[in-house]
C-alpha cells in the first residue's frame, strides 16, 4: 500500500514538471513522508499560480 502511495505521488508530481525535492534529492528515493510534504508544498502554491 505504501508503494502504491508513493508511486501516485511520484506521478501527480512528475505531472506538474517537479522531478526533485525542495532539497534536490530524487523523487525516488525520498521517503513517503517526504513526498507528502513536496506535495502539499504543491498544493499551497497551486492558487497562487491560478491568482497571478
Known sequence: M???LKDKLITNLLGHNIFKTSDGRHL???SLEDLEREYRMLQMMKPTEETS
Do not use: K
Request: aromatic share 16%.
Open 28 to 30: 525516488y528515493e525520498v
Open 2 to 4: 505504501t508503494e502504491e
